[in-house]
């Protein structure tokens, strides 16, 4: 696709508001009660291979609301071909849903033909840029549409990356012309992970090219902290969001959780918090800082680390 073309498309998506990712858990309220609810994302994966109640649903839900769908296997930093029996079947849901846009991540998911079902975290140099700005060329021709990517939460940092993520991110729009889905929540865990500034990463992207957010609770376990999305968002990452909204005047925000999944109308009440933190005044009013909670073991991980836990509990 033509980059130009791929800029212009993502600078006119239309900002739909406030969602909630959707969630199997509600989706006999949804269907029921029509809730006021902007619009859903939805895991792609989920619905991809389902022929079943669950599209079933779904194609219920778009015919109500705007959907985005959301992917989680796209792989784009891996070194393995494009799966194009799955790009197949996520481009016939796109069809069939017409999703505002589709996302994915900035990560791989494995190897050799085999799915870690891990966001797991790319190199960040000038090669590692090139290879992935190539496959989401690719990806973007192959669907017919400019993609969205989203910044991952992160536990380390490699000492063979050389460039910033918030530059990395800003020349891979640029070459490709991709859309950013800013999570603002991974951007405090990966700051608090890998020690730096999350004010200045969100202040070096190009807001220009951010059409989404994602906002989410996490867990504190003292020296790490892991992107769990299974409680409340927590005043410091409402501080950022409130920073990123200035910043890129308003884009479509999704509340995520995804464990311990609350009732409804609690999910959504978590949502609409975000409305006290869009005024640019609200900061003035703001006070207070995250409590560290302990570390539960066994908990899940929305973006799994199990091959990291145990080394950083030794």
């Known amino acids: 696709m033509d980059i130009a073309a791929n800029i212009n498309s993502i600078r006119q998506l239309r900002n739909p508001g406030l969602g909630l990712g959707l969630r199997s858990k509600h989706f006999n309220h949804i269907l029921e009660q029509r809730p006021a609810v902007d619009w859903f994302e939805v895991i792609s994966e989920n619905f991809m291979d389902s022929g079943g109640r669950p599209r079933h649903v779904l194609r219920q839900i778009a015919e109500h609301y705007p959907v985005v769908m959301h992917g989680v296997s796209l792989s784009i930093g891996s070194t393995d071909p494009l799966n194009k029996g799955y790009l197949k079947k996520l481009k016939a849901l796109a069809a069939e849903v017409q999703p505002l846009w589709v996302s994915d991540h900035l990560c791989w998911t494995g190897v050799n033909g085999l799915n870690t079902h891990d966001l797991l975290p790319v190199v960040l140099n000038e090669e590692s840029l ?3 700005c190539a496959r989401i060329n690719e990806a973007q021709d192959y669907m017919e549409r400019p993609m969205v990517f989203e910044n991952p939460s992160t536990y380390l940092t490699f000492k063979q990356s050389t460039i910033a993520e918030w530059d990395f991110l800003r020349y891979m729009t640029e ?3 991709c859309g950013l889905l800013l999570d603002v929540n991974n951007v405090y865990v990966s700051s608090f992970n890998n020690d730096f500034d999350p004010v200045h990463y969100i202040q070096q992207l190009p807001h220009q090219q951010v059409v989404q957010m994602h906002i989410a609770g996490h867990q504190h376990c003292g ?4 992107d769990t ?7 410091d990452v409402w501080k950022l969001f409130n920073l990123a909204w200035q910043l890129t005047g308003g884009v479509a925000t999704l509340l995520e959780w995804d464990n311990h999944i609350p009732e409804f109308d609690d999910y959504h009440a978590e949502l ?38 145990h080394s950083m509990e030794l």
Do not use: C
């Not at 020296?223 to 892991?226: C, K, M, N, Q, S």
């Not at 999305?229 to 005043?235: N, T």
């Not at 933190?277 to 003035?284: E, F, G, P, S, V």
């Open 130 to 132: 090139q290879h992935i």
């Open 175 to 177: 070459e490709t012309g």
């Open 223 to 226: 020296d790490y902290i892991i």
């Open 229 to 235: 999305h299974d409680r409340k968002v927590v005043q």
């Open 272 to 309: 609409l918090k975000a409305r006290q933190y869009m005024d640019a005044l609200a900061m003035d009013q703001l006070t207070g800082t995250e409590t560290k909670q302990p570390y539960e073991p066994g908990i899940a991980v929305s973006n799994p680390v199990d091959f990291l836990v």
